[in-house]
C-alpha cells in the first residue's frame, strides 16, 4: 500500500520525501481504491440488465398446448400459471427460447404518457409464445395480462399504460421444483413420434434432445418441424421404455432414465429428473454467472497498474529534468567563476569585465589600462612614494647649501 509508493517514490526521486507527503499518498490510494469499487460495483449496478419495452395481451387459448408457439401447458404452478410473456426475436431463436425465465422491472411510462404513473416493481415471467416480428423486437415483451398488473399495480393502470418502459434479464426457473414431464402430440407413433416438454427448470430452455435405449443413443429429436414440439427423426425401432436427454441452452444435460413408456398421442408422462439448479443463472443474481465478469477485475488490476506507473513515471522525468537543471546550473557555476578568476589573478580578486575608458585618464609608468584603477579610486603605491620622498629631501638640501 502506502509503504509501497513511498518505496517506488523514494527510489526514482531523491526529492521524493519532501515532495510526497503522507496525506498526498493516501489520497492517491483513496482514490485507487473508489476507482476499484466503481468497477466491481458496475456488475451489480447494472450488469445482465438490458432496457426494452412491454405490452400485454389477453389469450383465452394460452393455457391450451395448441394454442401457443411454445407448445407448453401453461407455465409452471410457481408462475400461477399466469405469469407469462410472448418473446421475439434472438430470445424466442425459433422456439429454443421456450421456457427461459426472465425478470421483468417496470421503469416507467414507454414515450409520453403523463397518467402511466406506477411504483416499481420486479416480476418473475417465462416465455411460453412468440411475439410476431412485425410487432416486436427481441427487447419487447408481450406480456399476459396479469404480468402487466402485476407491475403496474392493478387492472386499471395496465389499461392506461399500455406500453411501459422496462429492465429485463434472463434469470433461472428457480420456482419450477419438480420434475419435468412430457405430453406426446397428438397424432404420433414410433413411425413419426412428436412431444412437448414442460416445467424445465434451472435454463428452462432446451437445446438438444437425444433418446436412449439404457446408455445406447437411438435417435435425435429437434424443433426442425416448428417451434411448438420436438420431432425425432426416423422411426423408432427400440423397444420401450426409452429415456430421454435433455441439454440445455448453457449447456447443462441430464438423463431420465425410462420416462417415454407410450407413442400414443397426447399422452402424459412424468419423468424422475430435473436439471440442476444455479448453474447459470440465480434470480438474486444478475443475469449471467461470476465467471463471465472476470474482465472487471482484469480491468481494474490494468488500471491500478498504469496509475502506479504513471505515478513512478512522473516522478522519474521529474527526477530526469531535475538533473539536467542541476548540471546546466553547475556548468554556469563554473563558467562564472573561470570568467572572474582571469588570466594569472586569483579566484578572490576576480576579473573587472566592466569597460574600460580611457578618454580622461593618464597612463602612468607603462602600465597597461587592465592594471589602472578607475580615477575616483585612491591609488595607493608604496614605490610611488618613496620617489617622492626623495624628490623632496633632494629639494631641500639643495635650498639649504643655496
Known amino acids: 500500500g502506502m509503504a509501497t509508493l513511498q518505496t517506488l517514490t523514494n ?16 489520497k492517491t490510494l483513496n482514490m ?32 391450451n398446448d395448441d394454442g401457443n408457439a411454445c407448445g407448453m401447458s401453461g407455465t409452471a404452478s410457481a408462475y400461477k400459471n399466469t405469469m407469462y410473456a410472448a418473446i421475439a426475436g434472438s ?47 427481441a427487447s419487447h ?15 386499471n393502470m395496465a389499461s392506461t399504460c399500455g406500453e411501459i418502459s422496462i429492465k429485463y434479464k434472463r434469470v433461472d426457473c428457480t420456482g419450477i421444483t419438480g420434475n419435468f414431464y412430457i405430453k406426446n402430440k397428438s397424432g404420433t407413433s414410433k413411425y413419426w413420434y412428436g412431444f412437448k416438454l414442460n416445467d424445465v427448470n434451472d435454463d428452462g430452455a432446451i437445446s438438444s434432445v437425444v433418446l436412449k435405449k439404457g446408455s445406447t443413443k437411438v435417435t435425435t429429436c429437434s424443433k426442425s ?42 399422452k402424459v408422462m412424468s419423468c424422475s429428473t430435473n436439471l440442476s439448479k444455479g448453474s447459470s443463472f ?16 482484469v480491468i481494474a488490476v490494468v488500471l491500478l497498474s498504469v496509475i502506479i506507473c504513471g505515478v513512478v513515471g512522473f516522478f522519474y522525468v521529474k527526477r530526469r529534468k531535475q538533473k539536467a537543471k542541476d548540471a546546466v546550473s553547475f556548468i ?55 620617489q ?8 631641500n638640501d639643495q635650498v639649504t647649501l643655496s
Open 225 to 266: 418441424d416448428g417451434s411448438s414440439y420436438w420431432l425425432c427423426s426416423g422411426t423408432i425401432s427400440q423397444s420401450l421404455p426409452l429415456s430421454i436427454q435433455i441439454t440445455s441452452d448453457k449447456g447443462k444435460t441430464v438423463t431420465a432414465s425410462n420416462c417415454i413408456t407410450s407413442f400414443s398421442g397426447n
Open 332 to 386: 554556469e557555476t563554473d563558467e562564472n567563476k573561470t570568467t572572474q578568476a582571469g588570466d594569472g589573478d586569483s579566484e578572490a580578486t576576480g576579473y573587472d569585465m566592466n569597460p574600460i575608458d580611457t578618454a580622461g585618464d593618464d597612463i602612468v609608468n607603462g602600465d597597461t589600462p587592465n592594471s589602472q584603477t578607475p580615477a575616483d579610486t585612491p591609488v595607493a603605491d608604496d614605490h610611488d612614494e618613496e
Open 282 to 297: 440465480t434470480e438474486e443474481e444478475e443475469g449471467a454467472s461470476h465467471s463471465q465478469y472476470w474482465y472487471t477485475g
Open 141 to 155: 415483451f408481450d406480456l399476459s395480462k396479469d404480468a402487466m398488473t402485476a407491475i403496474t399495480g392493478s387492472a
Open 388 to 395: 617622492e620622498i626623495e624628490i623632496e629631501v633632494a629639494a
Open 11 to 26: 527510489h526514482f526521486h531523491p526529492l521524493a520525501p519532501s515532495v510526497i507527503t503522507s496525506n498526498s499518498i493516501h
Open 91 to 137: 430470445e424466442f431463436d425459433d422456439g429454443y427460447g421456450c421456457g427461459k425465465c426472465y425478470q421483468i422491472k417496470g421503469t416507467g411510462a414507454y414515450g409520453n404518457n403523463p397518467d402511466c404513473n406506477f411504483d416499481t416493481t420486479t416480476i418473475t415471467i417465462q416465455a411460453i409464445d412468440q411475439c410476431p416480428s412485425s410487432e416486436c423486437s
Open 32 to 63: 485507487m481504491a473508489l476507482l476499484i469499487i466503481a468497477l466491481s460495483s458496475m456488475k451489480y449496478a447494472n450488469a445482465g440488465w438490458s432496457t426494452g419495452m412491454a405490452t400485454f395481451y389477453t389469450s383465452s387459448t394460452v393455457l
